[in-house]
């Protein structure tokens, strides 16, 4: 007798476990405590995964498998997974486990511990496996996930002519950064009014996670395939065209904007990340959608997606603690919703809380620019982004946060640390105006905090960064103004930490 186990993020008829199910087989899925409390994730991430999870296994009930199924409140749920393989292993004299290779260090390692034989097959639903990645990264001096990315186009002929990129360029990048306008006609994603499934699970939640950070309801996620292809289909009919353009800007009233809200599905494993390229890539050949848009969005997912998951396993278990900034500042309340002068933080924070969901330029360019900038530890950071995002695991999460944003990697994933005064924020968005701070003071008890701590944060790693050829020309423009100046933005930087520090609203 064998046990499959299917994790809360391997929601895919085919996923490598399945493949290797025979009928007499017992599949194990279990709502755990260890998994839902290991950092405290927002309600809504937990009730989507539950309520995906209870419909996938009525899935694969229908057809035909044996699903030993243990719910939050089932009195008999050893409330981890290594526990609930080991009952229902002795519960059906099961002598094998079958697993699809978890994607997070700390998981692999509890299966690799069990007592009784666990195979782990590779979780072929991504592009690239791990020796491929290690392969493509071998004798490379820097890591850059341009030249990985162009590997995944010319392996999935994704928006290519023969082996040239369409339209002749690899990327379209430049035509990708623009500001968005408020406009009340732009198409929002889907709603999904709960079922009775996903209404028995947002009690369960409610009951049992109710000082987590998030609002629960309302809940509008789809919470199967069926659901997420409904998502898909309307992202590519009514916004993928206008995805690239607009992909960097925010704006106060919209939190989605032109974005696909796709990432819960396809991590989860209700979408497989190819058939959303394919998606686009056939809209675009279709004439419904410019190839910048189409090229933008394939991006994420074939490539940085992917290469997020290749620089997870290659740097091994230990990323998640790296600090090479030595940045050991508390992850300040106004994280978890405490009130905050600046709006910027006040809106990235605030849809958090609101919808589990920010795009990627208010998690890169508000919430974590500050988190490095005022000298966050890096790991509190890295536990947040893992709680609060609907989207979040640490394959994906944790290369994004301790690499790209906190540049506690010391340059894996990024060749320069991503900080920007408040300039870059009031280009890109609405936030600035309804500030009590002013982005155009960079002194004085208004400077926007972000102009500050830009400066001071260069002059703390000068030694570091003086040299990098992506950052290194703002010292000569620090060097250039007059002392008084620097004297002042580094004495209000200073007092604006310690204000941060003693709990003050900052
Ligand atoms: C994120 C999550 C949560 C909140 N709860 C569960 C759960 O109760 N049962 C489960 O199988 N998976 C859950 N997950 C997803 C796992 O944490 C995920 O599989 C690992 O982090 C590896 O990506």
Known sequence: MR???????????????????????????????????????????????????????????????????????????????????????????????????????????????????????????????????????????????????????????????????????????????????????????????????????????????PDNFGRLRPFTYATDRAGALQVLDHFIAHSLDEFGPYQDAMLQDDPFLHHSILSPYINAGLLSPLEVCQAAADAHAAGKVRLNSAEGFIRQIIGWREYMRGIYFLEGPDYTARNVLGHDRALPPVYWGAPTRMNCMAQAVGQTRDHAYAHHIQRLMVTGN???????????????????????????????????????????????????????????????????YKVADKTGPRACPFNLLYWDFLVRHRERFERNPRIGRAFATWDRMDADRRDRIRADAAAFLTRLEAGEVV
């Open 370 to 436: 500050f988190a490095l900038l005022a000298g966050i530890d890096p790991h509190q950071v890295h536990e947040w982004y893992l709680a609060v995002y609907i989207d979040a695991y640490e394959w994906v999460e944790a290369p994004n946060v301790i690499g790209m944003s906190q540049f506690a990697d010391g340059g894996v994933v990024g060749s320069k640390p991503y900080v920007s005064s408040g300039n870059y924020i009031h280009k890109m968005s609405d936030y600035c105006g309804g500030c009590a």
């Open 3 to 209: 046990l499959i186990l299917i994790l809360g993020d391997q929601l895919s008829h085919d996923l490598s476990a399945l493949r290797a199910a025979r009928p007499d087989d017992i599949i194990v899925m279990a709502e755990v405590a260890s998994e839902a409390g290991c950092v405290p994730h927002h309600p809504q991430k937990i009730a989507f995964l539950f309520a995906a999870m209870r419909k996938f296994a009525a899935e694969l009930r229908a057809k035909g498998h044996t699903v030993a199924y243990a719910t939050l409140d089932d009195p008999d749920n050893s409330q981890s997974i290594p526990g609930e393989l080991l009952r229902r292993a002795a519960d059906h004299g099961a002598t094998l486990v079958i697993a699809t290779e978890p994607g997070e260090w700390r998981l692999i390692a509890a299966l690799s511990d069990l007592p009784i034989p666990v195979t782990q097959l590779p979780d072929d639903r991504f592009l690239a496996s791990h020796a491929e990645f290690e392969a493509w990264a071998d004798g490379r001096k820097e890591l850059r996930m341009e030249w990985f990315y162009r590997d995944m186009r010319r392996k999935t002929g994704l928006l290519m002519e023969g082996d040239q990129p369409a339209g002749g360029q690899w990327n379209f990048d430049h035509d990708n950064r623009k500001p968005a306008r408020a406009d009340l006609l732009r198409a929002r994603p889907p709603r999904f009014e709960p079922d009775a499934v996903t209404a028995q699970v947002l009690d369960l939640v409610e009951a049992r996670f």
